[in-house]
């Protein structure tokens, strides 16, 4: 992995609200617990960017060294990891994933 793709890493999770890192798109998730992120956050009205791992050897190792987080889906809020598939749907069940962005100002759409 290159230092060009740790900064480039950076500069997404840095410049936008929120980012998943998946697998597949949000309209075609290519494994499971990408399509289940993708759904919850569909379902919570949070507006986010995806990026595709499978498209880039050098982005899916990347983001798994950035983080320290040995698995995909990733998912990134004002500039902080928030965790994998586990973590949101376990934020999601208890309630506490909607109030969560509202807390770091990421504007929910109405549901």
């Known amino acids: 992995m ?5 900064d480039w890493i950076g500069a997404e999770v840095k410049n936008n609200d929120v980012v998943l890192f998946m697998k597949g798109s949000p309209d075609f998730p290519q494994c499971g617990f990408s399509g289940q992120v993708t ?13 595709n791992v499978l498209e880039s050897d050098q982005l899916r190792d990347g983001i798994k060294q950035f983080t320290n987080w040995p698995t995909i889906p990733q998912l990134y809020v004002k500039g902080e990891f928030v965790g994998g ?3 949101i749907r376990e934020m999601f069940e208890k309630g506490e994933l909607r ?9 929910l759409e109405e549901a």
Request: aromatic share 10%.
């Open 85 to 87: 598939c586990d973590i």
């Open 39 to 51: 759904q919850i956050l569909n379902h919570v009205g949070v507006a986010f960017k995806a990026h």
């Open 2 to 6: 290159t230092d060009t793709t740790q």
């Open 99 to 107: 109030s969560f962005f509202e807390q770091n100002g990421v504007v």
